[in-house]
Structure formats: C-alpha cells, structure tokens
C-alpha cells in the first residue's frame, strides 16, 4: 500500500496524496469546484487551489508589485489608429486601479485627435488637458507659479471613477481644438502631473513619431506598450521598435517594452504565433488580447462584459506592467518630470 503523502495512479489521474485532501492549516480554495467541496463538507474536506486560482493569485500579485519610481508612466502606442491603444490603456488602468487601490492611478489622452476615453468610462467633463495648458498659462501671466497648482485645483481637470481607482484627464472632444499639442505644453503638464500621481497611463495618438508626441517615448515613458493589430500593423510595431532601440538601447527595450497583440478583428488575419516569435527575444513580454464582442463596437467599457478570455488576458498584461514597476524609473526621463524628494 502506498505511503500517505507518496503519488499514486487512480484511473489515469495523478494524485499527490492525500494532504491534496484534507489540508491542515494550508490555504483553502476560494474559486472552483475546489471551493465549492469545502463549503459543502463544512472543511471537512479542503482541496488546495486550483490551477486557475493559483495564477490568478499569482497576477494579481505581480500587479501590486512595489513601484520602485515614483511616479512611474507606463504609454500605449503604434503609429496607426484603431489598433486598441485606448482600449489597451482604459482596460489596463481599470485592473490597475482596483488591484493597486488605494494608489490612485491617472489615465492621460496626450493624442491631439478627438478623445475617446470619456466615452469609453462614460465620464464628462467639458475641461480638457488643452484647457490645463490654457490656465497655466494664465496663472504665469498674473505672476504666479504653475508648479504650485494643488491636487484640489487639478482635480477641476480631471474625471474620477472611484470605484475603478482611476482617474483621467481627457483630451478634448471639439474638433476645432485638434491641432498638436506643443512639446513644451505636454512637458509642462506631465510635470503637474508627475507631481501629483505615482501611477501614469499615457494614451497616445498616431503621431507618435512627430517631434513633439515622440517626447513621450522618449522621455517621458518608463515603460512602453506597442499595441499591434494586423500583419501591418506587426511592421509598424518594427518601425517603433527601431526607433526606441536608436534612443534607449537594447537593453532599455528589452525590460521596458510590452507587445501588446490585439485582435480587433475575429477572421484571425494575424497569425499571433509567428509575430510572437518574432518579437519575443527583443521585448519584457508579449501579451495577447482575443476578440472580443463587447470590445468589437467600441463604445463604454464594462469590464464585467467582457468574455472569460479577454478579461484573463487583460490581467496578464496588467501584470507584466506591473513586473516593470519593480525596474524603477528610466534613466532616460526628462528630469525636469522627476518631482524633488523632500
Ligand atoms: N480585442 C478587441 N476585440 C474586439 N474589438 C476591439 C478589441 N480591441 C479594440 N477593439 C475595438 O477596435 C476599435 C479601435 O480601438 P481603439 O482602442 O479606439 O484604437 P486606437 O486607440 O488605437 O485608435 C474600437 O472600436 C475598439 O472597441
Ligand atoms: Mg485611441
């Protein structure tokens, strides 16, 4: 007879003993059928997580991971449109914001097009990041000093979603206002800010290589997502891939950079295998998002709608933006960002 505790073979399945079983003092299961045999034998009978809690447990984990910088940014981007940048960046500052409570988390449209993210979170306010710049402005034409601006004036600026832990900060959503922002204007608002959040997503637009918006890739971004869509969209991911191997180096791309493969599209065009190959030894990670028919019509984002899948792949890039908070800050940040330590 086996010893307790030794694996034996049951009708094709392993058992590792019986300590599996009748746990003592060990964590009881919360999810599954694991959980649902210890409510119903009253403990008696305790078997250990599952898989599935087990990773979850480990995500979530990586997800509070200790941040190292404060603040520390994190952008979405890909220089073509409708790829999922703001899906990325609402969908990832979402299990953020609630796993890392009661840090609050900041969500920024830095794009000069039409903002989404009001929309996307169901939030309105008519004030804008442009609006921002515009009263900073006149804060240093009457003599004062922007960088005195308080977290209670900021607020007016910003959309809040407690329950989330986020927060935003939109671009706007009239059309005459859509010209570039300067880069002197986004470097003086990302130091407001910088000053006021430990945790920043960066939305941006699809003039991220244009001189002004490629300030955010590079000096501002401490981490960065590419989100890919399409075998052009793959190309396009190399062209940006390049660019932040010429300013950062390859091993600044290889900690700090996430290829996020999104398919907006469910005639699965990209063959996400090939492109994870491809991608793979360069990057941090690569992390994909499946179709999904909530996502698909764009509109308000409810996580609880989303399928299974998509909300599992969403923690796992969450989580591999979390292990990046544990690499500290880039050396390559503009410094005039970094707020002084008292
Ligand atoms: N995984 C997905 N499955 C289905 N539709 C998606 C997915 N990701 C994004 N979408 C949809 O694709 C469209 C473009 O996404 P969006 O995030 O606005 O792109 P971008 O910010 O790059 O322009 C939106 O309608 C969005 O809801
Ligand atoms: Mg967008």
């Not at 009881?28 to 250990?48: D, E, F, I, K, Y």
């Not at 796992?316 to 503009?334: F, H, K, M, W």
Request: glycine share 10%; proline share 6%; aromatic share 4%.
């Amino acid at each position: 007879m086996p010893l307790p505790g030794s694996p034996v073979r049951k009708a094709g399945l392993e058992w590792t003993g019986r300590e599996e079983w009748l746990r003592q003092g060990g964590k009881r299961a919360r999810r599954g059928w694991q959980a649902s045999v210890h409510n119903l034998t009253g403990g008696r009978v305790s078997p250990s997580p599952g898989r599935l809690e087990v990773e979850l447990e480990r995500l979530e984990a990586e997800v509070r991971t200790a941040s190292m910088a404060r603040p520390f940014s994190t952008a979405s981007t890909s220089p073509k449109g409708g790829v999922g940048k703001t899906t990325t960046a609402v969908a990832v500052g979402t299990v953020l914001g609630r796993l890392r409570s009661p840090e609050p988390v900041l969500l920024v449209e830095t794009n000069p097009h039409l903002g989404t993210s009001q929309f996307r979170l169901r939030i309105s306010n008519p004030l804008s990041i442009y609006d921002l710049v515009g009263w900073m402005d006149e804060i240093v034409r009457a003599g004062g000093r922007e960088d005195a601006i308080s977290s209670n004036q900021l607020e007016g600026f910003l959309s809040s979603i407690p329950e989330r832990n986020l927060k935003v900060l939109s671009a706007p959503s009239e059309a005459h206002l859509r010209e570039a922002m300067t880069r002197e204007d986004l470097r003086r608002v990302l130091r407001l800010l910088c000053r006021h959040f430990p945790t920043l997503l960066l939305d941006t637009g699809t003039d991220i290589l244009q001189p002004s918006a490629s300030y955010v890739l590079e000096a501002v971004a401490d981490q960065i997502l590419i989100v890919v869509n399409g075998a052009d969209g793959a190309h396009h991911a190399r062209v940006l891939l390049n660019r932040l191997l010429q300013v950062h180096g390859v091993a600044w791309v290889q900690q700090r950079t996430i290829i996020v493969l999104n398919e907006v599209d469910d005639r699965g065009l990209l063959d996400m295998n090939a492109v994870r190959r491809t991608f793979e030894p360069h990057v941090a990670a690569v992390c994909g998002i499946a179709w999904d028919r909530h996502l698909q019509p764009g509109g308000q984002f409810d996580p609880a709608l989303l399928s299974e899948r998509t909300r599992m792949d969403f923690l796992r890039l969450a989580a591999a933006v979390g292990r990046g908070y544990a690499l500290g800050g880039s050396p390559r940040v503009d410094p005039w960002l970094r707020p002084r330590v008292s």
